[in-house]
């Protein structure tokens, strides 16, 4: 691959999505590689934003049933416009609570420990925020974390083998809740061996999406999948908070959900303020409390982006992005004792590139300062994420520039090898 500059420009020149930039509220002082912690603030999503203020302005109270997106029904319009997203059908996807929320609840709907089979199944690469939850979830089961909970090691430090989770599925699992890219290296696990591979030994499987949805395709309801939950502000650049949302698979409608609350009822009976529940039946049946309106409104806008570009030809262009990316830091930064911890398969990459550096904090720190926005991973993580949507080649080959001056001159010198209060 021609790793020069006009390799670049020519890139950007035929690029299908190029338009899409223009959308969004990009620096001319920064190059912003963190969309997979926050996506930037899309034109879309503010004009979103306002419409449902202007809802709340106009109609008051009547908003939840008049006016262009009435609120009663949000969330359902919303877990719609999510489906293509991760190959689902549209009454299987709801927009509602925020990861862990929404964790919790699958996991009291869907854990059911009976007799040897009492064990959950995660991995030891996950984010922290997934275990906290299904080791409190154990805890108010009377169960002892320590031995009902197991975690895949990995071999290698940074990625995990499917055959390790295989042999892991042992018989006194119960439940399964694993990430589908891996928010360190980058990993995307192999989703669809894996939920066979569960189905074949009558096992319960869920996957966090947080760091594929809006990165790449999936095909949950063709897989198998019981279900899935993720958070909408890193590559769905829904804005910072912005409301979560999860999959249930549709042969599990019907069931009642393990935290039950006003709008896990089915629409037409909410209002009939019964005291027992009669829950929808479809993903809303999950949902739990009243819909986080402001937050959930900038989606509107940037999910009408991804029906318009399409799932497929953003990760198209992801994947170009960053092979790109690990070509120049092979050819460039050979000197400087980087590791790229990412998959070089593209079957097996997600949307971000992850670096291993001694001195990363400090060096992320540099970057900073020089005008780069990466994002630093404890202990010694670079993440760097060229999105689709709004990140250009030509950023890329300025951002590996940039960090060659870095360690040539030494600049990372001037800061502490620390993180700061948010990494």
């Not at 338009?19 to 620096?27: A, C, D, G, K, T």
């Not at 919790?104 to 030891?124: C, M, R």
């Not at 570009?309 to 690990?326: P, Q, V």
Request: proline share 4%; aromatic share 10%.
């Amino acid at each position: 691959m021609n790793t020069q500059f006009s390799y670049a420009q020519e890139m950007d020149q035929i690029d299908v999505l190029k338009e899409y930039r223009n959308e969004f509220y990009v620096s001319d002082q920064k190059i912003y590689f963190d969309g997979n912690s926050l996506g930037l603030l899309s034109r879309r999503a503010e004009l979103s934003i306002g419409k449902i203020l202007e809802m709340w302005k106009k109609y008051a109270i009547d908003g939840w049933t008049e006016g262009e997106h009435p609120w009663f029904y949000l969330s359902e319009k919303l877990g719609e416009m999510s489906s293509k997203l991760i190959g689902a059908n549209a009454d299987e996807v709801i927009v509602t609570g925020s990861t862990t929320t929404n964790l919790h609840q699958l996991v009291a709907s869907f854990y059911k420990p009976i007799g040897n089979k009492t064990k959950i199944l995660a991995d030891e690469l996950n984010f922290p925020s997934d275990i906290y939850a299904l080791k409190s979830q154990l805890n108010l089961r009377g169960l002892n974390p320590d031995k009902h909970l197991v975690q895949v090691k990995s071999k290698y430090g940074d990625t995990l083998e499917t055959e390790d989770i295989i042999a892991s599925m042992t018989e006194d699992i119960a439940l399964i809740v694993l990430p589908s890219v891996l928010y360190r290296s980058g990993q995307i696990l192999d989703m669809k061996t894996l939920t066979a591979e569960a189905r074949k030994r009558n096992i319960i499987i869920g996957f966090d999406l947080c760091h594929s949805i809006g990165a790449i395709p999936h095909q949950l309801s063709e897989w198998d999948v019981d279900f899935a939950f993720w958070c909408t502000y890193k590559h769905l650049n829904g804005g910072p908070g912005s409301v979560g949302g999860l999959y249930v698979n549709a042969r599990h409608f019907g069931n009642q959900p393990g935290l039950a609350g006003w709008f896990s009822s089915a629409k037409d009976k909410q209002f009939n303020m019964d005291h027992t529940l009669t829950p929808a039946k479809n993903a809303g049946a999950f949902q739990i409390g009243t819909p986080h309106l402001l937050s959930a409104a900038p989606l509107l806008g940037s999910l009408e982006m991804f029906q318009e570009a399409g799932i497929d030809k953003i990760r198209e262009k992801s994947l170009r992005l960053t092979e790109y990316l690990i070509k120049l830091i092979e050819i460039e930064l050979a000197e400087y004792s980087f590791t790229i911890a990412s998959p070089r398969d593209s079957l097996s990459r997600g949307g971000h590139i992850f670096l291993k550096h001694s001195e990363a904090a400090r060096i992320c720190k540099a970057l900073k300062a020089e005008g780069v926005v990466p994002d630093f991973r404890n202990p010694n993580g670079i993440r760097l994420a060229p999105v689709a949507l709004y990140n250009t080649f030509a950023e890329v080959w300025h951002v590996v520039q940039i960090l060659k001056t870095v360690m040539k001159e030494e600049r990372y010198n001037k800061f502490e090898n620390k993180r700061g209060v948010i990494a």
